[in-house]
């Protein structure tokens, strides 16, 4: 997924025109990955296997539209699951630090696209692949550290970069949209990564 950067941004420029909000993490830019994904998923399974998934990139807009109402139903159950994890961090009616709760909702919302991803893939696969998109999500769930990691590899070296290119330190802005890039980048190589180890498992 990393050799073809061109492709990823001809993605992100056709996502960005149908999405006001320009953050890293926003919902376009994370349909841009998710197709990015699905386009890479041929390569590596078996013929029979890649001939249904060949196009899929394609479709997914039209999936992700379908599904809106799903996707918005998971991030509001994933909010209720943030509310506690503030309340057991901050005690009852602290206020909560924004950057940490903007991280949590930003980890919600990219794990709810995420099941999206895997119950597009599950259906092209066939009946004979039922259960596939649970099994790759609890995959992703028992390695949730691996993923921290790799996000974090991810930002530092986007910042390495940026600050290597423009020649002074990265700013608390530059720093966030890093982060967000980083996040939405990592969910999206986990999503492929998860479908893979399930694939084998099935």
């Known amino acids: ?116 991803f895997l119950r597009c893939l599950e259906s092209r696969l066939g009946p004979g692949h039922d259960g596939l998109a649970e099994a790759a999500l609890q995959w992703s769930k028992d390695n949730e550290r691996d993923l921290a990691a790799v996000i974090l590899q991810v930002h530092h070296r986007q910042i390495t970069a940026l600050e290597a290119a423009t020649g002074h330190p990265a700013t608390a802005d530059e720093r966030d949209q890093s982060s967000q890039a980083a996040a939405v980048t990592g969910y999206a190589r986990r999503a492929v990564e998860a479908a893979a180890h399930a694939l084998q498992d099935a």
């Not at 996707?71 to 309340?87: D, F, P, S, W, Y």
């Not at 005690?91 to 794990?111: K, M, N, S, W, Y």
């Open 1 to 116: 997924m990393q050799a073809h950067p061109d492709r990823l941004r001809e993605l992100l420029a056709e996502e960005d025109a149908l999405d006001a909000d320009t953050q890293a993490a926003a919902d376009s830019a994370v349909r841009a990955h998710l197709r990015f994904a699905a386009e890479a998923l041929p390569v590596g399974l078996r013929p029979d296997l890649a001939a249904r998934v060949e196009g899929m990139a394609d479709d997914l807009d039209a999936w992700f539209e379908a599904e809106r109402e799903v996707l918005e139903r998971e991030v509001e159950l994933g909010r209720g699951a943030i509310a506690l994890e503030e309340h057991l961090l901050y005690g009852a009616g602290a206020d909560t630090e924004p950057v940490i709760h903007a991280a949590l909702e930003r980890r919600v919302r990219l794990g709810a696209w995420n099941r999206l």
